[in-house]
Nanobody, 124 residues
Framework: QVQLVESGGGLVQAGGSLRLSCAAS????????MGWYRQAPGKERELVAQ??????????NYANAVRGRFTISMDNAKNTVDLQMNSLKPDDTAAYYC???????????????WGQGTQVTVST
C-alpha cells in the first residue's frame, strides 16, 4: 500500500513564504509523476506544480498562476517532493494535495495516489 504524507501547511500573511513537503512510502517500482494540486472552497481541484520523472532528468511544470513564485523539487532517492511557495497571495488559499502516479510491482500496474491534504491560508 502506497501512502503520501504531507506537512508544512499553515497560516501566513500575503507576501510570505511556506514550504510543503510530501513523503511517499510503500513498495514503488518507479514514479511517473509527483506533484501538488490544490482545491479552494467551491472550486475544482487544480494542478499547481508537477514533476515528470525522466531517465536522467526530472521535468517540472507549473500552473500559470504560480509560475515564478513556486518551486517544486523532488528527491528521487527519498521519494519526497517539496513545494516552496514564495510571494503568497490570498488567492493561494486552499487545501493542497500531494499526488503521485507510480508503477507498482507484481505486474507493473500504474496507480494514482493522493495525500490527505494540508491547508494553506494566506491572509491580507
Amino acid at each position: 500500500q502506497v501512502q503520501l504524507v504531507e506537512s508544512g501547511g499553515g497560516l501566513v500573511q500575503a507576501g510570505g513564504s511556506l514550504r510543503l513537503s510530501c513523503a511517499a512510502s510503500g513498495i514503488i517500482i518507479s514514479f511517473i509523476t509527483m506533484g501538488w494540486y490544490r482545491q479552494a472552497p467551491g472550486k475544482e481541484r487544480e494542478l499547481v506544480a508537477q514533476i515528470t520523472v525522466g531517465g536522467n532528468t526530472n521535468y517540472a511544470n507549473y500552473a500559470n498562476a504560480v509560475r515564478g513564485r513556486f518551486t517544486i523539487s523532488m528527491d528521487n532517492a527519498k521519494n519526497t517532493v517539496d513545494l516552496q511557495m514564495n510571494s503568497l497571495k490570498p488567492d493561494d488559499t486552499a487545501a493542497y494535495y500531494c499526488s503521485a502516479k507510480v508503477i507498482l510491482p507484481y505486474g507493473g500496474r500504474v496507480a494514482d495516489y493522493w495525500g490527505q491534504g494540508t491547508q494553506v491560508t494566506v491572509s491580507t
